[in-house]
């Protein structure tokens, strides 16, 4: 039968750091079994926060993990919230559909309640696992391949008082980080870097390359001052037209408009090199509108960051509101029903609060919903429009909706 443990049922504990190794090659096993390189896989056992990782063994064999990363999320309004970052989810195919997620989740949940952090966060692998356990899919991401010959860029003024330079990736670190930071309370979804997290942006490993160049990085500098940084590989290609490179983008950030414009006209501008490949880009991003020509960036939209509210009242009442807000939730949580019920929200871009009630409702909706629309990135009406939001009280939902949306969109810069 279907999610129910047959057979032995694997004991599910805190990892020990003796015990990564198996772990780590269960997960990679689950992913489909080729090997990490090296460096990939001491960033990741260096990064492994013991207490917070799950593994499930069977005859000393590791048969699934699940861990959660100590974060702070930048919410709408500016705060960072405690959230657990989802992580190294795997079950040997052995043991698949069985419940093991399931138990695993269930542990997890309870354990991110305990340690008092109000959200858990993801990436999915797969869009339907993780809806029935409240997840709901809250920033997407653009993707673009830009035929940069033909978009049509053009730049606002003070791009040309930019001044850029190559720099060695791992040694423009610092600088490079201090920018990010800067950026981090501004945006929602982005996820403040802690130590060594840094060292993810620089990883290089040969084997990710796919016959492009070594990781490049290009400081943006005003007045002396790093405002910006663009890391990328260039992949070479000649046809019979000439030279048709490609630009694979792997980070940029910028501190104002114009030292932006200076890196995307950079990138643009690569001899040799006809297209710009963007994976992962905020879906409001500024190359849209320097474009004369938007379609010749082909751009894509993909669902990223899930998020969980494990503590519905602490959630809602840590970001702001765009406009004022008081409504009545009528909040439907199966999977941890300490959420479910009636919370009065009440709040503006000053501040909330969101506690228990006894009125009657003015919405009804799923713990996954209000996940999804807890960043600001989807609105409730677009999910109303689904069915998976109810207005039981005429302009709770327009109301609702407009508060809870946020500009600039939520995005998350990079995986975990
Ligand atoms: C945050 C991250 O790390 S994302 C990475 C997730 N990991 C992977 O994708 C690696 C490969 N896959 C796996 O390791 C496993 O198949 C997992 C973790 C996705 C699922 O583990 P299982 O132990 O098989 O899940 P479990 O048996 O608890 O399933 C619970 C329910 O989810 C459903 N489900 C599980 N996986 C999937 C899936 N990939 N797609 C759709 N439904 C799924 C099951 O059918 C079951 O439904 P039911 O309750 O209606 O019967």
Not at 300 to 308: I, P
Request: net charge negative; hydrophobic share 40%.
């Amino acid at each position: 039968m279907a999610n129910e443990l047959t057979g032995p049922v694997p004991e599910l504990r805190v990892l020990k750091p003796e015990e990564w190794d198996k772990l780590y090659a269960n997960l990679i096993r689950a992913f489909g079994g080729t090997p990490e390189a090296e460096e990939e896989r001491e960033l990741w056992r260096a990064l492994t926060e013991y207490d917070r990782f799950l593994g499930a063994w069977e005859g000393g064999e590791c048969v699934a993990s699940a861990g959660a990363f100590r974060f702070r999320l930048t919410v709408p309004g500016g705060a960072s919230v405690a959230a657990a970052g989802v992580t190294m989810v795997s079950v040997a195919a052995t043991h698949r559909r069985r419940g093991v997620l399931t138990s695993m989740m269930r542990r997890q949940l309870d354990d991110v309640r305990s340690w008092g952090e109000p959200l858990a966060v993801l990436t999915a692998s797969e869009p339907a696992i993780y809806g029935r356990f409240g997840y709901g899919a809250a920033t997407f991401q653009a993707d673009a391949e830009i035929d940069t010959r033909r978009a049509g860029l053009s730049v606002p003024p003070g791009t040309d008082d930019v001044r850029l330079r190559y720099v060695d990736p791992a040694d423009a670190l610092d600088a490079c980080e201090a920018v990010y930071a800067r950026l981090v309370p501004g945006r929602p979804g982005m996820v403040a870097r802690g130590p060594g997290w840094e060292r993810l942006g620089v990883l290089d490993p040969e084997s990710d390359r796919g016959g492009a160049s070594p990781l490049q990085c290009v400081v943006a500098e005003r007045d002396g001052r790093t405002v910006g940084y663009a890391r990328f590989r260039v992949k070479p290609s000649w046809g019979p037209g000439g030279p048709d490179g490609e630009v694979l983008l792997s980070a940029l950030e910028a501190l104002d408009p114009a030292a932006g414009a200076a890196l995307w006209r950079f990138l643009f501008d690569i001899d040799l090199t006809s297209t710009l490949v963007a994976r992962g880009r905020p879906v409001d991003e500024s190359w849209q509108y320097l474009v004369s020509d938007i379609r010749r960036g082909r751009p894509t939209l993909k669902d990223a960051l899930y998020v969980r509210l494990v503590d519905v009242g602490a959630a809602l009442a840590a970001r702001t509101y765009r406009a004022p807000v008081d409504v009545v939730l009528e909040v439907e949580d199966a999977f941890c029903p300490w959420n479910a019920g009636r919370w009065r929200l009440s709040g503006d871009a000053k501040g909330a609060s969101c506690e228990r009630t006894e009125d009657a409702a003015d919405l009804a909706l799923s713990v996954r919903e209000l996940g999804a629309a807890y960043l600001g990135g989807v609105g409730l009406t677009a999910l109303a429009s689904a069915g998976r939001v109810r207005e039981l009280r005429d302009g709770a939902l327009a109301e609702a909706s407009l508060a809870f949306g946020s500009d600039p969109a939520p995005w998350l810069p990079h995986g975990f």
